[in-house]
C-alpha cells in the first residue's frame, strides 16, 4: 500500500519567515495531494491540494509544489504569522483513500 | 462549524464496558470515515462507507464495529476496548468515495479514554 513520509515532525520559525514542509510518497499511481491544517484542539481542514496534472498550485500565503518523478511533494508557507502555528498533515490519495504523513508541527513565533 | 458533527466530545470508559460513537454529516455526502488519531502518529483509517456500504476494513480489531444506517450517519461500537485504543477518533465524509473531488469534511471528533 501506499506509504507517506513527512519532514520535519517539528518547525519553529519567526513570524514572517517562510516555512517549508516535505512528504515523499511511495506509491507511483497516486494522483491527488492535500495538506490540512490541524490547530490545537480543533478538527483538521483542507488548506490546499494538489492533482498530479499539475506541478504547483499557489494560494495567497501558502503554496504546493509536486515532483511526480522523484514522488515528493512539500508545502510553502510565505510570511508566517502566528496563527499559521498548528499541525500540519499532507496526504497521498489512488482512489480516494487518503494515506497521511506523521504531521509537522509548525510553531510560529511573534 | 456544524458540517459534521460528533457525540459524544469526549468519553471516559473500562475496558468491559460498551459504548458508542455517533457522527453526523449534513453536507450531503455519500462517502464517511472513520479515522484514529493516536500522539505522534499518523491519522489511521479505519473503515471507509460509500453509500452506506462498507468498502474497506483496515485490519480494524473487532472489539471495534461500524454501522452505517444511512449516508448521513455513521457510528462506531465499542466493547471490551484495551488502554492502547485510548484516542481521539475522527469521522469524516467526502462527496463520493469514486469521485475526483476527495476533499474530506472532519468532525470534531471524540477524546476517547479507556481505563
Known amino acids: 500500500g501506499e506509504n507517506v513520509e513527512q519532514h520535519p515532525s517539528t518547525l519553529s520559525v519567526q513570524e514572517g519567515d517562510s516555512a517549508v514542509i516535505k512528504c515523499t510518497y511511495s506509491?507511483?499511481?497516486?494522483?491527488?495531494f492535500p495538506w490540512y491544517k490541524q490547530e490545537l484542539g480543533k478538527r483538521p481542514q483542507l488548506i490546499i491540494d494538489?492533482?498530479?496534472?499539475?506541478g504547483e498550485k499557489k494560494d495567497q500565503r501558502i503554496a504546493v509544489t509536486l515532483n511526480k518523478t522523484a514522488k515528493h511533494f512539500s508545502l510553502h508557507i510565505t510570511e508566517t504569522q502566528p496563527e499559521d502555528s498548528a499541525v500540519y498533515f499532507c496526504?497521498?490519495?489512488?482512489?480516494?483513500?487518503?494515506?497521511f504523513g506523521k504531521g509537522t508541527m509548525l510553531l510560529v513565533s511573534p | 462549524e456544524t458540517g459534521v458533527t460528533q457525540t459524544p466530545r469526549h468519553l471516559v470508559m473500562g475496558m468491559t464496558n460498551k459504548k458508542s460513537l455517533k457522527c453526523e454529516q449534513h453536507l450531503g455526502h455519500n462517502a464517511m470515515y472513520w479515522y484514529k488519531q493516536s500522539a505522534k502518529k499518523p491519522l489511521e483509517l479505519m473503515f471507509v462507507?460509500?453509500?452506506?456500504?462498507?468498502?474497506e476494513n483496515n485490519s480494524v480489531p473487532s472489539r471495534f464495529s461500524p454501522e452505517c444506517p444511512n449516508s448521513s450517519h455513521l457510528f462506531l461500537h465499542l466493547h471490551t476496548l484495551q488502554p492502547e485504543d485510548s484516542a481521539l477518533y475522527l469521522c469524516?465524509?467526502?462527496?463520493?468515495?469514486?469521485?475526483?473531488?476527495?476533499?474530506?469534511?472532519f468532525g470534531p471528533g471524540t477524546r476517547l479514554t479507556v481505563t
Open positions: 494538489i492533482r498530479s496534472n499539475v
Open positions: 462507507y460509500n453509500f452506506k456500504e462498507q468498502t
Open positions: 469524516a465524509s467526502s462527496q463520493d468515495r469514486t469521485a475526483r473531488d476527495v476533499e474530506q469534511y
Open positions: 496526504a497521498a490519495s489512488r482512489y480516494s483513500t487518503l494515506t
Open positions: 506509491d507511483s499511481a497516486s494522483n491527488y
